[in-house]
């Protein structure tokens, strides 16, 4: 069971979009609908940003959106802003009950 | 509002066992609906899934932690908890207990153990 495949980084300027990638294989990423991504601030617990793919939990707002192709997921934040800044997380049930988490990739909003 | 919050020691000793508990409220760690678990963090590093642990007692482990790790429930007292045996300084983390419906929708805080001698 090996970590899902992001990006270290990714940058954007307010306004824009940025898209995260999250590769994994047909064992995980690829096999099940049960994709989800985390927003993580300094010093904060992760928050929930999207789930099954591509669902937004109440609350989340619709900047925030999932897609799949195959073994990648990935996530795209439209418009960015300032407070979009942080570290985000793709996790994937691998089978079994188990679970695994991208290496996270930190936005910054230039 | 569902609410976790983890308690236990912020340092140990190497080769030592580490012991978290996480306190449940406003929901019940005996919903049939939800599983409950763990999640660390290294400092300056990414999430890592350690385990989890469902109404019926039955547990889910990390396969690369499974030979350290048990986890448990007291219904009674609406709680959950991790043990992690040998620990070395590797083991050093943020340690978030969390709710797991096919994604992990609730969190606490998180509690940072150091693992020292």
């Known amino acids: 069971q090996s970590a899902l495949t992001q990006p270290p980084s990714a940058s954007g300027s307010p306004g824009q979009s940025v898209t995260i990638s999250c590769t994994g294989t047909?064992?995980?990423?690829?096999?099940?609908?049960?994709v989800s991504w985390y927003q993580q601030h300094p010093g904060k617990a992760p928050k929930l940003l999207i789930y099954e793919v591509s669902k937004r939990p109440s609350g989340v707002p619709d900047r925030f959106s999932g897609s799949r192709s195959g073994i990648t997921a990935s996530l795209t934040v439209s418009g960015l802003q300032a407070e979009d800044e942080a570290d985000f997380y793709c996790c994937s049930y691998a089978g079994s009950n188990t679970w695994v988490f991208g290496g996270g990739t930190k936005l910054t909003v230039l | 509002q569902l609410q976790l919050q983890e308690s236990g020691p912020g340092l140990v000793k190497p080769s030592e066992t580490l012991s978290l508990t996480c306190t449940v409220s406003?929901?019940?760690?005996?919903?049939?609906?939800?599983?409950w678990g763990w999640i660390r963090q290294p400092p300056g590093k990414g999430l890592e899934w350690i385990g989890s642990?469902?109404?019926?007692?039955?547990?889910y482990y990390s396969p690369s932690l499974k030979s350290r790790v048990t986890m448990s429930m007291d219904t009674s007292k609406n709680q959950f908890s991790l043990r992690l045996r040998s620990v070395t300084v590797a083991d050093t983390a943020v340690y978030y207990c969390?709710?797991?419906?096919?994604?992990?929708?609730?969190w606490g805080q998180g509690t940072l153990v150091t693992v020292s001698s």
């Open positions: 642990i469902d109404y019926s007692g039955s547990t």
């Open positions: 969390e709710r797991l419906e096919l994604q992990f929708d609730y």
């Open positions: 406003g929901g019940s760690v005996s919903s049939r609906n939800y599983y």
């Open positions: 047909s064992s995980d990423v690829g096999g099940y609908n049960y």
